[in-house]
T-cell receptor, first 112, second 115 residues
């Protein structure tokens, strides 16, 4: 059973607008969350992370929001650029036990 | 050098073959990982090596045999695989030893097809 879900397989956004990628999780023990970006024929690259003691983390154009009560996190990209077109994976982990799971990914297309 | 390299890029093998996947990093990272990713599925952690020692085996079948000959190199030996083992095999490394929170650097993967 998938413990980390990205319910939107794909998303298209106009250049300059905001991209919002969503991720839901089921395990309340998860306390650290990461986003990775993957271009075709390349491995995933780390983008941004957030600990459960925070509800927001920002790095340049990228902001991750965490809503623990809803077991939901989102990645905001503002403004979106064509080079942001990639597959985005969220990942969640728990500090107890060997728990580390990726979501299924969302393919983002930024239209020039 | 911030790169993780994997060879080969593509591999086709029969169910009776023995083959190996190779992964290298020269970033001085202390932990290395193998993941398996099937089509339209997320990467799934298979093995974690910390300081060249196997620290986590996520209940992977014995037909997959990892090996870490030195701190820069990680191999995955394959024997008697099944067609359902066809997938993209990703290698990653991290400076820290906590795979749950440390930034992992991924290679491009080896696309494996088992006939």
């Amino acid at each position: 059973d998938q413990q980390v879900k990205q319910n939107s397989p794909s998303l298209s956004v106009q250049e300059g607008r905001i991209s919002i990628l969503n991720c839901d999780y089921t395990n309340s023990m998860f306390d650290y969350f990461l986003w990775y970006k993957k271009y075709p024929a390349e491995g995933p690259t780390f983008l941004i992370s957030i600990s459960s003691i925070k509800d927001k983390n920002e790095d340049g154009r990228f902001t991750v929001f965490l809503n623990k009560s809803a077991k939901h996190l989102s990645l905001h990209i503002v403004p979106s650029q064509p080079g942001d077109s990639a597959v985005y994976f969220c990942a969640a982990s728990a500090s107890t036990g060997n728990q580390f799971y990726f979501g299924t990914g969302t393919s983002l297309t930024v239209i020039p | 050098d911030t790169e993780v390299t994997q060879t080969p890029k593509h591999l086709v093998m029969g169910m009776t073959n023995k083959k190996s996947l190779k992964c290298e990093q020269h970033m001085g990272h202390r932990a290395m990982y193998w993941y398996k990713q099937k089509a339209k599925k997320p990467p799934e952690l298979m093995f974690v090596y910390s300081y060249e020692k196997l620290s986590i085996n996520e209940s992977v079948p014995s037909r997959f045999s990892p090996e870490c000959p030195n701190s820069s190199l990680l191999n995955l030996h394959l024997h008697a695989l099944q067609p359902e083992d066809s997938a993209l095999y990703l290698c990653a490394s991290s400076q820290g030893l906590d795979y749950r929170t440390d930034t992992q650097y991924f290679g491009p993967g080896t696309r494996l097809t088992v006939l």
